[in-house]
């Protein structure tokens, strides 16, 4: 079955500094990749999505994924953290087969703390 | 454009009862997936509906259970509520056609 890990249940960083949030996945083959943000009492936002194609992608607010396949993983980075960020990101797949919508599987998310 | 809607946000019942959680999605969009998050399990796939089908469904039990209607509006109906069922439901609309999902604020239902 499919899954994904975010190892990090809670990050702290101060504003201005840079962000590394990880995910992994275990899947049959490679799946379509999303992150969403959750600001706290909200619903889920996309902040970018893989699906082929050039392994590095750009999103919304500033933030970047890295599709690395070897590795099972997609991480999310951001070069310079703005107090807004804090948040709850989730790393979520997808199968790239199937009938109709995607069936999205999350991680357990990852809770950004930003220090002023 | 009008976003997701889902109504109500916030609601209150009793272990034995039943509860319908509405979902609007964006105009246009024909699929509606709905999606419990709690603490514990974290998010979880219910289901999805499409031009008033079911078309997937997660792992819950058959307390579970949705519909749609012919303008693409969904409800969720859960019967018999236990207070495991407390939590965060999200709807998400999207065309349909693997494209991007667009959630809902969601309704948080809390189980006494």
């Known amino acids: 079955a499919q899954s994904v890990t975010q190892p990090d249940i809670h990050i702290t960083v101060s504003e201005g500094a840079s962000l590394e949030l990880r995910c992994n996945y275990s899947?049959?083959?490679?799946?379509?990749l999303f992150w969403y943000v959750q600001s706290p009492g909200q619903g889920l936002q996309l902040l970018l999505k893989y699906f082929s194609g050039d392994t590095l992608v750009q999103g919304i607010k500033g933030f970047e994924a890295e599709f690395k396949r070897s590795q099972s993983s997609f991480n999310l980075r951001k070069p310079s953290v703005h107090w807004s960020d804090a948040a709850e990101y989730f790393c979520a797949v997808a199968p790239v087969s199937g009938a109709g919508s995607y069936q999205l599987t999350f991680g357990k998310g990852t809770k950004l703390s930003v220090i002023p | 454009k009008a976003g997701v809607t889902q109504t109500p946000r916030y609601l209150i019942k009793t272990r034995g009862q039943q509860v319908t959680l509405s979902c609007s999605p964006i105009s246009g969009h024909r699929s509606v997936s709905w999606y419990q998050q709690t603490p514990g399990q974290g998010l979880q796939f219910l289901f999805e509906y499409f031009s008033e089908t079911q078309r997937n469904k997660g792992n819950f039990p058959g307390r579970f259970s949705g519909r749609q209607f012919s303008n693409s509006r969904s409800e969720m109906n859960v019967s018999t509520l236990e207070l495991g069922d407390s939590a965060l439901y999200l709807c998400?609309?999207?065309?349909?056609?693997?494209?991007?999902?667009?959630f809902g604020p969601g309704t948080r239902l809390l189980v006494l």
């Open positions: 998400a609309s999207s065309t349909g056609l693997r494209e991007t999902q667009y």
């Open positions: 899947y049959g083959a490679t799946p379509y």
